[in-house]
């Protein structure tokens, strides 16, 4: 048994930049991990291994169709599917062990195992009982279900299955055209699969702006992605090395059927809460089985902090960081702070696809004045000779004042790119300020310059 001035339950994004931040401050902090390894799923199965497949399967994309015209000449790799997924656990195994550094150099306890907490001030893991004067929950999340599918992580998979999966299979269902069946979608289309997307509503991305979201599905499209739309996955029946998705379309109540060699589940997640003991702590929740906190990141309960996925707001990453920072300063005295209203979201598929603040339905929802600045990639020198010309950004800013609103951006390094904006709308900025930095030739960026120009006297390049 140990005192802690707090205890962080969980070491993804969120929970292990808040022990860090906790332990910067003076805060004498542990962190509690029953997986094997520290990071949570963005590490160990999620945003860091989807990148690393990302990324070794756009190198083959760009092998088979743009070397030729730039003069590199030989055969086409082939996909060693073994080594890659090595390639992807090594690239896991950096970043975890970089985690397990930092906990060292800040001197912060790793209590291995699964935590519960019996009481207010007390973690208990395994028979031992800790105290702690602040519990922080950052636990996470997992697949939500979906009922009539049967999850084996063989051949109805959800994220964690699909990134290991056997050999690249032939043909691939996808139930959900939300930011994971997307990512790996792709992934897999680009390594040879027939890749269907089955998706509910009748439009891909719920919630980015409508002219990205339908841009982005042509260009998937023309990837070799098919998509089935407005349609309702019912059930799935698997065999040992098949499966059958049955689905019924929304506009005529029709129900077909699909075969496929594998089925990724990806529908949504849903806060990770088991074996907490919330239940007998009576801890607000949402209706959504969310933890309740105030705007301090407290719990209904004095001294339980709660981040991340098992809060409202994007299951994001990066929100949970800086929530994990934000509650680890209002611990210690200071006042944490997020602005939720400049979170970015980044899809990294390629083109990639990034979105920060409202976009134009929100702005029409609330009935605000608006004008829109935009420039397609076609006029950007560098994105042509880099065979990234389809694509653009659009700049949203207020009618009246020119203040920055919000940005989509459907292109190259388009993750790389918003964060310019990002910095712009957390000063203030209006369009013109963007518009009158000058930018680097040639660079991506001058797109988003010119999307700035584009809400003034116009963009040059268009
Ligand atoms: P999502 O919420 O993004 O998309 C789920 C999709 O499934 C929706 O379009 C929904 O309409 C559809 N759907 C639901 N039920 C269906 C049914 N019965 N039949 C057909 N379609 C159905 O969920 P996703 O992609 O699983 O991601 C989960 C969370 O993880 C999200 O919050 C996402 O932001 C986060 N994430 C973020 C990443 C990033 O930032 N790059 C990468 C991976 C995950």
Known sequence: MSD??????GSGPGGYVAAIRCAQLGLKTACV???????GTCLNVG?????ALLHASHMLHEAEHNFAEMG?????????????LKYKQSTIDTNTKGIEFLFKKNKIDWIKGWATIPEAGKVKVGDDVHNAKNIIIASGSEPAQLKGVEVDEKIVVSSTGALELGKVPK???????????????SVYARLGSEVTVIEYLDHITPGMDSEVSRQFQKMLTKQGLEFIMGAAVQQTEATKSKAKVTYKLRSDDSEHTLDADVVLLATGRRPFVDGLGLDALDITMTDRGQIAVNDQWETSVKGIYAIGDVIEGPMLAHKAEDEGMAAAEQIAGKHGHVNYSVI????????????????EETLKKAG??????KFSFMGNARAKANFSGDGFVKLLADKETDRILGCHIIGPSAGDLIHEVCVAMEFGAS??????????????SEAVREAALACGDGAIHM
């Open 47 to 51: 945003c860091i291994p989807s990148k």
């Open 33 to 39: 991990e029953g997986r094997e390894t520290l990071g």
């Open 171 to 185: 043909k691939l269902v996808v139930i959900g055209a939300g930011v994971i069946g997307l990512e790996l979608g």
């Open 72 to 84: 590199l000449k030989g055969k086409s790799p082939s996909v060693d599917w073994p080594q890659m």
């Open 344 to 359: 970015p979201g980044v899809i990294y598929t390629h083109p990639e696809v990034a979105n920060v603040g409202e976009t």
């Open 431 to 444: 369009a013109q300020d963007l518009a009158m930095t000058c930018h680097a030739h040639p660079t991506y």
């Open 368 to 373: 605000r004045a608006y004008k829109v600045g």
């Open 4 to 9: 802690y001035d707090v205890i962080i339950i």
